[in-house]
């Protein structure tokens, strides 16, 4: 696991930000996944600036999100489609047919998991999939306990996770229990995995996922399998890890180290 420390959050987004623009420029047909929430907006803001300095060219991408609430429609407040659209997919060029998130709405969810899963392989995987980390340690919404081998499914909402997520929802009853999200096999076959944590709410996660035992009661701790896995995060979020000064010492200040 690589892990980058930047000083502060803003830092850490942009510098997340650069290594999705290196992918873009890297691959003849990128396929990123993509992740939401509070903590990736200011990704998207940079990856926004990016484009319109000519530094980020989306036209040949393919986009998977990681997951979607059961039961709302793509436009609906509160959903991850209506969330991507505003932060990315309509203020940089990308080809709307080529940007995928689960149908919350789909008559029959567990079939459009599946359909889902059959999607990312039919594109042929994801070089580089976007996470974030929630507090009790989940990613995409692999809540904990779940399989360190599943696939994209229905996983059931904690309540921290509803609670978190309440501010982008008009009332507590309107916030989803169910949502589609890949699974934690799903995201550990992505070729590059890239998780984004920032502020001292997510310090004891990120510590449990780094440094932690591989557990399914932290789910992110599965990253600690995956062969090329880049953590950034922010000082704040960095704060409970042991060894940081080792993995400063390794990437100062959140860069590449020249090999001698
Ligand atoms: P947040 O969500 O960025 O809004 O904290 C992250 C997550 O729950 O995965």
Request: glycine share 8%; charged share 20%; proline share 6%.
């Amino acid at each position: 696991m690589k892990v980058l420390i930047l000083e502060t959050a803003a830092e850490a987004a942009a510098r997340t930000a650069g290594i999705i623009s290196d992918c873009l420029a890297a691959l003849d047909r990128p396929v990123l996944g993509l992740a939401t929430g509070g903590t990736m907006e200011p990704v998207y803001t940079a990856l926004v600036e990016l484009h319109r300095n000519g530094k980020a060219d989306f036209s040949n991408a393919t986009t998977f999100n990681l997951d979607e609430y059961v039961g709302l429609s793509p436009n609906q407040r509160g959903s991850y489609s209506r969330f991507m659209q505003d932060a990315l997919f309509s203020r940089v060029n990308l080809d709307p047919a080529r940007c995928h998130l689960p149908r919350g709405n789909a008559e029959d969810p567990i079939a459009e998991a599946k359909r889902y899963e059959d999607a990312i392989a039919a594109a042929g995987g994801i070089d580089l999939q976007l996470l974030g980390i929630g507090r009790n340690g989940h990613i995409g919404f692999n809540e904990p306990i779940s399989s360190l081998s599943g696939r994209t499914r229905v996983k059931t909402l904690t309540e921290s996770t509803r609670r978190a997520n309440a501010r982008y929802f008009p009332s507590a009853n309107a916030i989803p229990r169910y949502a589609i999200t890949m699974g934690i096999g799903t995201i550990l076959d992505a070729r590059h995995c890239l998780l984004l944590a920032t502020g001292g709410g997510k310090s004891a996660a990120v510590a449990r996922m780094i440094e932690g035992p591989v557990a399914a009661y932290c789910p992110a701790s599965a990253l600690q399998m995956h062969p090329q896995a880049t953590v950034v995060l922010d000082r704040d979020a960095a704060a409970d890890l042991r060894l940081i000064h080792y993995y400063q010492e390794i990437h100062p200040g959140g860069r590449e180290p020249k090999i001698p």
